[in-house]
């Protein structure tokens, strides 16, 4: 449906430069949305394929492990989307100090979007709501250490940023002034609390994600806080009972499309056409998380029922299997903490999971050995390989 402009430009002066900014209307979209048929069938089939994810998710015989490994790939992909180069593995590496030679500031920014994810459902658990509060402390821990840190975490700019170019008399985009920010963050914020109408809460992910792209209130970091605004919003409303949902992949594959989306809500208001992505991209990333969630199950059921055989070896190397679920690439010092096995009884359970094939060797040296769940590492890497 096409709309008028939604939202004014205004002249701004700004680096030397006088450029046209982009206020946005407040949400919700006016006229409303219109729900042809088409349109409305997508939202049905996200819906429903939420709610897959969702049964699935209370079925994953030890969620928490689970949920370790796909917030680090989500944190790999959002972050990868923002330009950086660090694959999952390094990651972990880099979590168990173990990874010379990685681009720090990269895996930095993996690391703090993690925690940032983490807090923000802290938050939320304890019955903070979704508010410009936590938003901001979402974002403090975001650019917290390494790259961004210098562009003040936590706070709301104090001066005017840009999208795509390198001045704002060439930029792709130009969001609001300052002096705008404050109202346009109020009116998102109460959208976001169901006024001056309410709004199931799909929608809602949706149109805010876009208002959010918009406003840009952030120096840096405004597209990771984005996405992380999605999965945030569907947990608070107890659509997702796990941040299982992160549409990141989806994004980058269609990245193109994306931008150009985003573009043509503001100039036209076909917001329809954004939604019916966006369900679109709901449907298909909660299907695949579906179909990873059965693939890691039915990995760790299998190298379970290959342990049984091993008679009286069998529970300690079913414990050290385990940790492997948390720590897909470790070593044995790593093993022998978390399990309280000793040593001994560690290094004699990596022997037989190398001869099960259930875990590999990767440095190739005799000392400081390190251990990768080969399978399991390969299940959860799809997807991530990264951007040139």
Not at 71 to 93: H, N, P
Not at 124 to 134: E, Q, V
């Amino acid at each position: 449906m096409k709309r008028k402009l939604q939202g004014k430009y205004v002249r701004n002066t700004t680096v030397g430069a006088n450029v046209r900014a982009y206020v946005p209307a407040p949400l919700p979209p006016k006229p409303p949305i219109n729900w042809t048929p088409a349109l409305q069938d997508k939202h049905e089939k996200a819906l429903l394929a939420l709610g897959r994810l969702d049964s699935v998710s209370r079925l994953l015989p030890d969620t928490v492990l689970f949920l370790y490994m796909f917030v680090r790939k989500e944190a790999v992909l959002s972050s990868q989307i923002e330009g950086t180069q660090s694959s999952l593995s390094d990651l972990l590496l880099v979590e168990l100090d173990l990874a010379p030679g990685v681009p720090i500031d990269d895996v930095q920014a993996v690391s703090n979007y993690v925690k940032a994810l983490f807090h923000g459902l802290k938050r939320l658990a304890a019955g903070f709501p979704i508010s410009l509060r936590l938003i901001r402390e979402v974002h403090k821990i975001l650019l917290s250490k390494g790259r961004g840190s210098d562009q003040e975490p936590g706070e709301f700019r104090r001066s005017q940023n840009w999208i795509g170019g390198t001045r704002p008399g060439n930029a792709h985009f130009v969001p609001p002034p300052v002096e705008y920010l404050a109202d346009c963050l109020g009116k998102l914020e109460l959208f976001l609390h169901d006024k001056p109408e309410s709004t199931t809460v799909l929608v809602k992910a949706g149109l805010s994600h876009v208002q959010f792209e918009t406003i840009h209130p952030f120096l840096d970091g405004n597209g990771r806080i984005g996405r992380l605004l999605i999965t945030l919003l569907l947990c608070s409303k107890g659509v997702l009972k796990e941040p299982l949902l992160y549409l990141s992949l989806y994004f980058k594959n269609h990245r193109q499309r994306y931008y150009d989306l985003l573009d043509n809500v503001r100039q036209t208001g076909d917001w329809e056409s954004w939604l019916a992505f966006f369900f679109d991209a709901v449907a298909e990333t909660a299907s695949q998380t579906v179909e990873t969630s059965d693939q890691l199950v039915k990995l760790a059921t299998e190298d379970t029922e290959r342990i049984k055989a091993l008679g009286r070896k069998a529970n300690s190397v079913s414990r050290v299997l385990r940790a492997f679920f948390e720590y897909p690439i470790t070593t044995g010092v790593q093993l022998a903490l978390k399990t309280q096995l000793s040593r001994a009884t560690v290094n004699s359970c990596i022997r037989e999971l190398e001869q099960l094939g259930v875990i590999g060797e990767i440095t190739g040296q005799k000392r400081n050995r390190v251990y990768s769940y080969t399978n399991y590492i390969g299940v959860l890497n799809q997807g991530t390989e990264i951007i040139a």
